[in-house]
């Protein structure tokens, strides 16, 4: 046996269970782990807990039909949870078999991998009994994780009295091919570790942001909800009506009263989170660019606030950690982006209209799942003389790693490596590319196919 499954050998170790509550999940009861959070118990279960730059993960996923052979149930949640080449995961270095009671079988497998240069574990057991198959996964990064894993799993006990009466359907979770940053955000590689300790997770409805003991979010522009807004509603009162009051009672409300251009949209206050009970203090700034993009911040008490953002402004900062490794997965396919602007002339001396210049481009990216791409240019200017039109073609291979994009046959036929990353919107993401050589040839793209 392989030391990757060393302290997993005796899967079914005694361990303490003090403080712990049994919930239910699909068919499932289970074992709350102590100390950690709750990120998701809709479309499978997901706990999480962070220490550091430490962190451990625990996932149940609902009850499936299987292949009436826990081998192969096995080998494909292996190729949808935790095979991922980016992640240097490939087969399970080590697997265990097991009989269990009530004619259950279970397989075990796992295996090392690495995410920002910071080794992890990760495992996959498989439970299958008949036709009716589950899993349960975990990944961490330290071994002190271990015993928790190990009484997570044997805590998920199945009701085999549901099994008639639930509607199990017959296919895999959908998987983003990445357990370490499952979430309910499309981005395969949705979790982001910053050198400053901040970690970002790009969840449905924001980007989540948190550092020891405080989290802030970043709210996606939400068109619908901008036009929605009563213009007898000031934006600050607005926006903490949708993203403040349904999670928080709050008391002593204070609003940024300051005379400064550009306008602020700031509030903050003392806050009780209606589902814990805990207290904490909450602020929220309204930043326009391209729609409103609310920023919340909750931490621990006023003290801590004041320390990490001491003006409004200081939260600004917090947008430029929308930031996430790029994958093969997340650049395949059709990419739009284009730009443009235009300048009016007037006479210095009568002020009478002297015309105007105007210049616009468009960029298309196609990269094919074969490692082939092909792109395109055009611009278009315009001045009183008249109008010109240029464009550009181009077509070579490309490869992908977390933060670049290395393309053949670029301007005069070099290779071109760009910075990349994606960027988080609500329902998708931008791509963004910038010329490792020359910073001003930047792409944002938008995934149209």
Known sequence: MKPVLLFFSVYMMAVFTYGQQTKTFDIFSYKEPAGFELKENSKY????????????????????????DVEKDFKKNWDVFARNPLQKVGNPETTEYDTLSNNWYSLLGA?????????????????????????????????KFIPIAQEFAAGVVPDEKKFAGTTIQQSTPNSNNNTITNSN????????????????????????????????RLHYIDKALDDARPNTIDAPEYYWSKYITPYFNTSNVQKWSGVQYPVIYHMQANAVDKATGKQFYVAIKIVYSGGARPIVVITPNQ?????QFPHPNDMDRMLN??????????????????????????????????GMSAVSSTDEFVFN????YNSTYRSASMNNSGAQFGGQDFKGTFSVTDWSITATNRYKGKTKQYNAQLIAVKGGYLLYMSDTDN???N???????
């Open 439 to 441: 910073s001003s040839m």
């Open 303 to 307: 003290n801590s606030y004041n320390q």
């Open 443 to 449: 792409y944002t793209l938008f995934k149209t196919k």
């Open 369 to 372: 799942k074969d490692g082939t």
């Open 45 to 68: 279960l997901f706990y999480s807990k962070n220490e550091g730059k430490n962190y451990c993960q625990l996932f149940v996923y609902p009850a499936a039909v299987g292949e009436k």
């Open 185 to 216: 955000h499309n981005i395969t590689l949705s979790t982001t570790n910053f050198d400053d300790g901040w970690v970002a997770n790009a969840q449905a409805d924001f980007v989540k942001l948190t550092k020891a003991g405080t989290e802030v």
């Open 321 to 354: 950690y929308n930031k996430f490794a790029v994958s093969i997965n997340d650049v395949v396919g059709k990419w739009n982006g284009s730009g443009g602007g235009g300048v009016e002339y007037y006479n210095v001396y009568s002020g009478t209209y002297a």
């Open 111 to 143: 295996s090392k991998g690495v995410f920002n240069r910071q080794p992890f574990v990760i495992t996959v057991s498989t439970f299958t009994k008949n036709d009716i198959t589950y899993c349960v996964t975990s990944v961490f990064t330290d071994k």
